[in-house]
């Protein structure tokens, strides 16, 4: 009989050790929106916005959505490409005003084609964002560690998150705006998003809803406890906030082109409409329907030794095949290509759009354009989410894609 007893507790700790293993792999908070051509067509949410007050999240929500910001960053591209203020394959040196090479091949130009399509041979092995306001993001570039020395520009796939404050330099010096007000009159306003790279631009309503990161139990990014920030972008080397010191193309990197994007899902579907009607929702064309296709279009696709199917500082999707096919910051899933593990949804069907990973976020915006549906999800407080079971993606992510 005492035999049994200790079995029995032995059982039951095993039972409480297994259902805490469970709940500390759960994410803190879920959110799902589908939508089609003309709306949002269902919605699911879980969990909290902020654990510490026990705010419910909701489809409205603001949450930083890493990586997803380079395809809407595109977006604000493609439309200064329609309005003959950039040019996809002009060399970008002659807006910086500098000469961007890779040391190793400095006769091959870099191009807008190129940083869009992570194509120009650099790395993040220099940092990416980690240049103070009053910092010269250019200055990352001296470093041999931001190059690829192996590939020429062009010649080779390879994630580099560094291009994009380029693009925001090359954006800021061809516009002289700065580059969050930038975003916010080619894209946020027309489309009428409350949304926002950096805080500086989002009002204190949307700021005060803002999705708290949390990794390992704790807030790591937007504990705005209610409020809007008073800083929201990275800082002086002296700790100060002067927008008003801000210059033209210097470091563009504060507002997070690459990552910093600040958006809800019922907002980010709006995106997703957008690409549905090759550039037109709601009966408002902010693109027209070659920029669309020029994004979507394939700028790169796997094979064997072309480049890296994988992002290298992603410590979650550690399996090759996550990236096969890529287009002008525009992902495409389900590529069947060989060795990819591109289709977190398990049903063969090409979508487009792109992914998100940062703080213990995971995140995808997803269109499926020939059947007009789409769908954003993203959810919360992954420290160690599990791989996945039918795909390169984690696990989370192929339940989030299904609908979980």
């Known amino acids: ?21 469970a709940q500390a792999a759960s994410p803190m908070a879920r959110v799902r929106v589908t939508f089609d051509r003309d709306g949002i067509t269902s919605t699911r949410t879980e969990g909290y916005a902020d654990p510490a007050s026990k705010r419910a999240i909701g ?121 969050d007000l930038l975003m916010q009159r080619l894209v946020i306003k027309p489309l009428g998003l409350h949304a926002c790279y950096g805080w500086p631009t989002c009002d204190d309503a949307t700021a005060a809803r803002a999705v708290v990161l949390y990794g390992e139990g704790k807030p790591q ?38 990552g910093g994007l600040r958006i809800s899902a019922s907002d980010l579907s709006k995106i997703g409409r957008l690409l549905l009607g090759d550039g037109e929702v709601d009966g408002m064309r902010l693109l027209t329907p070659a920029s669309v296709r020029a994004m979507i279009g394939p700028q790169w696709s ?21 990236t096969c096919r890529y287009g002008l910051a525009v992902h495409t899933l389900a590529t069947g290509l060989p060795d990819c593990g591109d289709d977190p949804f398990g049903d063969g069907v090409q979508r487009i759009g792109h992914s998100g990973n940062a703080y213990g976020l995971l995140a995808g915006l997803w269109v499926d354009r020939k059947a007009g549906t789409g769908v954003v999800y993203f959810s919360t ?15 989370m992510e192929e339940q989030s894609a299904a609908g979980w």
């Open 1 to 21: 009989m005492r035999r049994f007893a200790v079995l029995l507790a032995l059982l039951s700790c095993l039972g409480i050790a297994h259902a805490a293993e």
């Open 59 to 179: 489809i409205d929500d603001p949450v930083r959505i890493a990586s997803i910001s380079k395809l809407v960053l595109s977006i604000g591209v493609m439309r200064l490409v329609e309005q003959g203020k950039l040019d996809l394959d002009a060399d970008v040196s002659k807006t910086l005003g500098w000469t961007l090479r890779n040391p190793g091949f400095p006769n091959r130009k870099i191009t807008l084609r190129l940083l869009l399509s992570h194509t120009a041979s650099l790395t993040d092995g220099a940092g990416y964002w980690q240049v103070p306001l009053d910092g010269e993001f250019r200055k990352l570039l001296d470093d041999p560690k931001a190059w690829d020395a192996q590939h020429a520009p062009g010649t080779y796939w390879r994630y580099a998150n560094v291009g994009f404050p380029l693009i925001g330099a090359v954006m800021e010096r061809a516009t002289g705006e700065r580059l």
């Open 221 to 258: 990014v937007d504990d705005n406890q209610g409020k809007k920030p008073a800083c929201g972008i990275t800082k002086a080397s002296d700790g100060s906030c002067d927008l008003s010191k801000w210059r033209a193309g210097a470091a563009p990197n504060v507002f997070g082109p690459q």
């Open 302 to 322: 796997w094979k064997d030794g072309n480049g890296l199917t994988l992002e290298e500082d992603d410590p979650i999707r550690t399996k090759g095949g996550f």
């Open 381 to 395: 407080g992954n420290d160690k989410p599990e791989a996945g079971e039918r795909s390169a993606f984690s696990r």
